[in-house]
Each structure stands twice: as C-alpha cells, then as structure tokens.
C-alpha cells in the first residue's frame, strides 16, 4: 500500500473521495447494509494516485461473501467479522453506482462518514479520487458509528491477525461492483 502525497495549486491540495478527504493511508471504505442479508458490511479500497482497488469485504454475515462470488482467501477477524481478501483486487478509475435509502452506501474514510444515498428514491453516483480544498465528511451516522465500520479499513488492510481455522476458498469470480 502507498502512502499518499498530493499537491496543486490553490489550495486544492488534500486527496479525497467524492470530497471526503481520505488519511495519509488512502484507505477508504464504501460502508453499507447489505439488501437480501440485512447485514453490515464494507467494501474496502486502497488509493494510488488518482486510481483505487477494492481489496477486501467485510461483513457480519457469511452470506454477503457468498453473494459477491469472488475467489479469495476468506477468513474471520478478531472481532468475529467475515472478511474476503480478493485473490484479484479490481481497480477503477470511478465507480459508477446507484444508492438508495435501503442501502444506505457510505464512504468512511479516518473515522469519517459522506453519506452516498438520498432520503428518498435512488441517486446515480460516481465515486472516484480528487484533489479537495475542503472536506465533505462529517461525522459517522448510526450504524456507521459502530465500530465495525470506523474500523473496517483498518481491519482489513493493516491487520494480520485472522482466524486461519475457517479459512476458505468461494467460486466464481464475476466483476466486483
């Protein structure tokens, strides 16, 4: 993982996630409540210059992974979560998605929250990295102020300790999103 430097003039200088200024890790979180598994969960990216790769999921439920149908390692984390690390980590240069109140989709980046979603109906958003003279983010929200979700990116991208006795293999590898 790199660490971020950024800079431009006018003051335009803080690398950020749809204006949520991210931390000198650039990792950064799409935070949701999963549709069919009403289950907490996190896709996880890191940052490299204005391009980003989801490395991981995370979630309360097993059920979550098996519905992405990705290979890669999965495991449990010390809190008990079910974590994929992609065998294949997908890079984008944005992400289109549509976010809805249901979902709730979030962008957690430093202990910081931009919600995605509208109050009502659904919203076409692109999530992509920018340079930001200001941040976006506020505070975390319920249930984004668990911290299952404060620490999700860190979880899953700086710690090593995992339970290896469930580790496990999914099948298929379909296109992440």
Known sequence: MAVLAAGSGGGAGRLSVNGLVLPRSGVFAIGYVHSVYH???AEVFTVEGGRFTMRAVVSDSGGVLDYY???GE???TPGGRWLLRLAVPAT???LPLLT?????RTLLAGGRC???YPASGARRVRVAVELTSHDRGGPCPPPYSQSFFLNAAYNT???TATSTSDNQKPHGSPEPG
Do not use: N, Q, V
């Open 39 to 41: 289950a907490p969960s």
């Open 69 to 71: 149908a990705l290979d």
């Open 74 to 76: 999965r495991s449990r």
């Open 92 to 94: 984008y240069d944005e």
């Open 100 to 104: 809805t109140p249901i979902g709730r």
């Open 114 to 116: 931009l919600p995605l």
């Open 157 to 159: 991208t700086e710690a």
